[in-house]
């Protein structure tokens, strides 16, 4: 082919130009989210091991209005990220076949959400009632 | 018989001998509900602009040449009709891609590196002569694979991938469907020579599931699907398990 | 071509995120907001004691550790291949910065869990 001077188009703003690319990057940034979730229990283990009086505190900071805001947020956006997680599951997941028929992808990511369902409750009951 | 509406197709234009960037150009085109894009396209170049530039051949969606950004969505223009776009519709050449002419990409890349980096042929244990016959294949066997030989080569996958945009030396969606659909096939015994590429950030490492790859085939060949759970082996793999599941007798 | 290191971090990833989709939400909830303000949750499920006799048991120090460490090593992943996505081309640095921070969390919960004895 003979010298032509292509036309490189630049990939800056690529994720807004598309609903799909805009919801792709809300599950990614759900991670940031996780991080500092992920922190606070960090700290609430630091304070946990400092002894009751710093352990306290630390639920007192928790029932500030600035926090109960971060983790509705942080719910949200997590609750996105297990949403999402197992939407994609079955991507990952090698071709499986029942009895000569291919096993549809639905059936794991509803797996996935009926799993998260039976966890929370658990984890509710258990902190709840036990 | 009443006037047939008419469309404002906006078609990006490129001219590399005159132009330094691409840009719009507008046409009225008259179309009636079975019209499809790309005999809009066909229409401007027939009556309005001769100039115009495009890749077609089948009409009917199963040749993979008449890729296009349509409202900014890849689709293959045959398959897509401007009754679902009026007033006015967007076309503009595959994303991700360097821009040759008008609507027509370069495909270079994917024709001369990425399709045969991925060995996309038989590697059977020992070669059999012909006089011993065919290799023989039950109808699950060929499940195992026939979704993703459905590949007709048109790049859309490649327009929905903003990894491959971000980065041309990734494989790509297409070509790691297309690794997958040959170790996956019971003649093939090629896993290892793949797997060099098949390991490297070039090959499923270089995704990151957006999976709109699998979105926009037009013939639900899902390479998200063939990349990511070959993301499994490669893992496996890394840890030396795979060789004890998969000795070089092949899937 | 150069074997990617990635299956490491992929699998920790990929760890992560199974227990983050399972109990993340539900554990945002009772100690993000149900726990400290409620409703159907009260003050005393949080309480010191409780919560101190549960990081003593190994069980209890096994699943504080795990939700800290394999959170952590899910979020730093997606953090780090995030920048890619958004053109910011981190190298080495951004990468050790990412999954050291999620490698000293992890020790830093093990030791504190240690501390906190049995």
């Known amino acids: 082919m003979a010298q032509v001077k292509a036309y490189v188009r630049p990939m800056q703003g690529w994720w807004r130009r598309n609903p799909y690319f805009v919801r792709y990057m809300f599950r990614e940034a759900s991670s940031v989210f996780l991080a500092i979730y992920a922190f606070i229990l960090l700290v609430g283990l630091a304070r946990l091991a400092q002894g009751e009086a710093a352990y306290n505190a630390w639920l007192t900071a928790l029932a500030s209005p600035a926090s109960v805001v971060f983790h509705w947020f942080a719910l949200l956006t997590v609750g996105y990220h297990a949403y999402t997680w197992w939407q994609v599951a079955p991507k990952s997941a090698p071709d499986i076949r029942i009895g000569g028929r291919p096993l549809s992808q639905m059936v794991i990511t509803a797996g996935g959400w009926l799993a998260t369902l039976g966890a929370s409750a658990l984890i509710y009951v258990i902190v709840r009632w036990m | ?251 | 071509m150069k074997r990617s290191n990635e299956p490491i971090f992929w699998l920790l990833f990929g760890a992560g995120g199974v227990l983050s989709a399972l109990v993340a939400p539900i554990l945002i909830l009772i100690t993000g907001i149900i726990g400290p303000i409620g409703p159907w949750m009260p003050a005393s499920a949080l309480a010191y004691a409780r919560v101190h006799g549960f990081a003593q048991h190994w069980l209890g120090k096994l699943l504080l550790l795990a939700v800290i460490s394999l959170f952590l090593f899910h979020a730093v992943h997606r953090i780090y291949h995030g920048l890619h996505d958004l053109g910011l081309h981190a190298g080495t640095g951004a990468k050790v910065a990412a999954y050291g921070s999620a490698l000293a969390g992890t020790l830093i919960a093990a030791c504190l869990l240690l501390v906190i004895g049995f």
């Open chain 2, 1 to 251: 018989m009443a006037e047939p509406r008419t469309i404002k197709i906006e078609v990006l234009r490129y001219n590399p001998e005159r132009d330094l960037e691409p840009h719009f150009q507008t046409f009225e085109v008259p179309f009636t509900p079975d019209t499809s894009v790309l005999q809009g396209l066909q229409y401007i170049k027939d009556h309005l602009d001769g100039s115009l530039t495009f890749r077609w051949s089948c009409r009917m969606a199963i040749c993979g040449s008449c890729g296009k950004m349509v409202n900014g969505k890849p689709v293959l223009s045959c398959h897509t009709f401007l009754r679902d776009y009026y007033p006015k519709v967007r076309i503009e050449p595959l994303d991700h891609f360097p821009i040759l002419r008008d609507l027509a990409i370069d495909q270079t890349d994917f024709v001369n590196n990425k399709l045969p980096s991925v060995k996309p042929y038989l590697m059977p244990k020992d070669e059999k002569p012909v006089s011993e016959g065919p290799f023989l294949q039950t109808p699950a066997q060929l499940q195992q694979y026939y979704q993703y030989s459905q590949c007709i080569n048109c790049l859309l996958c490649y327009a929905a991938c903003p990894q491959y945009g971000l980065n041309a030396k990734f494989t790509g969606p297409a070509a790691l469907a297309l690794l997958h659909r040959y170790n996956a096939d019971s003649r093939d015994q090629g896993w290892e020579e793949r797997a060099e590429l098949l390991d490297a950030e070039e090959g499923v490492w270089g995704c990151t599931l957006v999976g709109y790859c699998s979105e926009v085939c037009p013939k639900q060949v899902d390479p998200a699907h063939a990349i990511n759970q070959n993301k499994v082996n490669s893992a496996m793999d890394y840890f030396g398990l795979l060789k004890f599941l998969m000795p070089r007798g092949g899937a």
